[in-house]
């Protein structure tokens, strides 16, 4: 069993600042890709920023510059530094990792953290 627990969000104006964390925890052999989704009601779940296990990072048109992705693989976390908050970033954020375990191999989901910017 692998647990992901997100934390960080929060209510902030536009133009703000949030840091969303996501540690992972359980019977973990080796966690390859961790990313950051995120849904907005009456939306799809899109893709916000993704990075690899060597630190490789991807992130969504709409996010590029002003957030960050990054990781600490000694303490199984991911990170998203969101910074210049519009009110189009308001969603549900989800962190998602793709974990090997002795006995299994798939992503895994965090139960998500909620982030609203006002405008």
């Known amino acids: 069993q692998v647990q992901l627990v997100e934390s960080g969000g929060g209510w902030v104006q536009a133009g703000g600042s949030l840091r969303l964390s996501c540690a992972a925890s359980?019977?973990?052999?080796?966690?390859?890709?961790m990313a950051w989704h995120r849904q907005a009601p009456g939306k799809q779940r899109e893709l916000v920023a993704v990075i690899s296990s060597g630190g490789s990072t991807n992130y969504a048109d709409s996010v590029k510059g002003r957030f960050t992705i990054s990781r600490d693989n000694a303490k199984n976390t991911v990170y998203l530094q969101m910074n210049n908050l519009k009110p189009e970033d308001t969603a549900l954020y989800y962190c998602?990792?793709?974990?090997?375990?002795?006995?299994?191999?798939?992503?895994?989901w965090g139960q998500g953290t909620q982030v609203t910017v006002s405008s």
């Open positions: 998602a990792a793709d974990v090997i375990s002795p006995t299994s191999v798939g992503r895994s």
């Open positions: 359980g019977s973990i052999f080796k966690i390859n890709a």
